[in-house]
């Protein structure tokens, strides 16, 4: 039977799961799992546009299919167009065959605006360093075969892997957290707003030609209480927005 799970995870999973072993130990199930590693490619199906969805000088763009319309080094403002599955765009015709899926990655350079206030006297929790990584087998949102937690103060964070009709595998990461009193100096305050700026700019990063240039501080207010700080980002990011020709 679990043979026969194996098989039909892999092949259901095929772009996600590299490879899986499910082994039982005494009353538990031990659930272990490779991720397939997928291409920063966008590959989309659908005939579509695409489109820069922020203002940007553009600084990688590889188009394997459709047409690209604009160039490495090109201005586009927010909205423009930058490639399409259109073949015959430059001809300014329009036909269902001639309509091709997109494959490629565009990047280009961005400036964005962050406004982040500090406390200047704040109890905050942190992770002490310690974590554990394991997975569950869920059936109705019901854990079936789980990992005793051994931390008394922690955060936990989980990424569901798969799923086949009523069951998941899920994939836990336990963190161990402790709280203390900080008094944060306006350099202190100023570091932990860079600190949220990268947070922030690592959990929309999808390419790893990604990257932060350069942060700039233009204003700064000390209240009784906190800091204001407002900063321009300079980076490259993904600036692809798709539309498609039709749903």
Sequence with gaps: YIENVKEKILLENKDTIEWISINREGVKYVVNVTPRVISNKVNIDKPSNIVSK????IKYLVVTGGSSVKEVNDVVKKGDLIATSNLQYLDNLYSRDKMVPLVG???GNVK???EIEVLKNEEVEFFNGNKQQFYTLDFSKKILFSKKNPYENYFITK???FKIGKFQVVKNIIYEKDTASVIRTKKEAQDYAFIQIYQDYEANRTSKKEKIDSIQLIN???YEDRYYF???VSACKNIVEF?????
């Design 105 to 107: 990655e565009i990047l």
């Design 220 to 222: 700064f207010i000390e």
């Design 54 to 57: 922020k203002d940007a000088l």
């Design 112 to 114: 964005e605006y962050y």
């Design 243 to 247: 539309k498609p020709f039709w749903q």
């Design 230 to 232: 407002k900063f321009i």
């Design 159 to 161: 990424y569901t892997l």
